[in-house]
């Protein structure tokens, strides 16, 4: 069954340690995007990607990096976590244009 | 800034009630609008928008565009409990970039 697949789902974590947030997707998406969401608060894109080797700044600012070396994966990677990194993170992918992204479950990083 | 501003923010009714959510957006670079219905960790895809006037329909739910005063609103008749939920609304931009609104907690009381 094609689907978007985040890991772990929930991370508590000490400050500096180094993190990555795994995303995978089977339905062969070209296009796949990394959100940040606080309680209450919206949805902010921090990286995107329109496909394989390509990577994008978003419009939060952001500490991490991502990579894209496959179609399927995405991970997003802190080198230094803190306090600050305290959220959720949402990953998305799409293909094509006009149309719309399909959502992970999210990971809840929280960071002491 | 591109923005996306939705009211009410919050929102509590009772089950029955028809509720209409609300989105107004800045048109630079305007490709369509979308709108996600978030319960617990993912956002859910319910509507996407590119023309004016023409409504979308799923069941209870329909939304509605207009590209002139750069509004949405979002229907919901005879609502459920299980409605209860954040809505979003996303403008999408060129490169397939969403700019997400603050969503709507929408409450349905027994």
């Known amino acids: 069954e094609a689907d978007i697949y985040q890991t772990p789902r929930y991370l508590v974590i000490g400050t500096g340690k180094k993190i990555t947030l795994e995303c995978s997707q089977t339905m062969g998406h070209d296009k796949m995007y990394w959100y940040q969401q606080d309680p209450g608060m919206e949805l902010h894109l921090i990286h995107y990607s329109y496909g394989v080797n390509s990577t994008e700044k978003g419009d939060l600012s952001s500490e991490s990096t991502v990579s894209r070396i496959r179609t399927e994966h995405f991970p997003l990677t802190l080198e230094s976590a803190r306090p600050s990194h305290t959220s959720q993170y949402l990953c998305?992918?799409?293909?094509?244009?006009?149309?719309?992204?399909?959502f992970g479950p999210g990971t809840r990083l929280t960071v002491l | 800034e591109d923005k996306v501003v939705q009211s009410p923010l919050s929102l509590v009714v009772h089950e029955g009630d028809t509720v209409t959510l609300n989105c107004s957006y800045e048109v630079t670079n305007f490709r369509s609008l979308l709108w996600y219905k978030q319960e617990k960790k993912a956002p859910t895809f319910l509507f996407m928008l590119?023309?004016?006037?023409i409504e979308k329909k799923s069941g209870r739910l329909s939304s509605i565009l207009d590209k002139k005063e750069l509004f949405s609103i979002l229907n919901i008749t005879a609502t459920q409990t299980g409605d209860s939920a954040v809505y979003l609304c996303?403008?999408?931009?060129?490169?397939?970039?969403?700019?997400f609104g603050e969503g709507t907690q929408l409450t349905v009381n027994p």
């Open positions: 590119t023309s004016s006037g």
């Open positions: 996303a403008r999408e931009t060129s490169g397939s970039r969403l700019t």
């Open positions: 998305a992918s799409s293909e094509g244009l006009y149309n719309e992204q399909f």
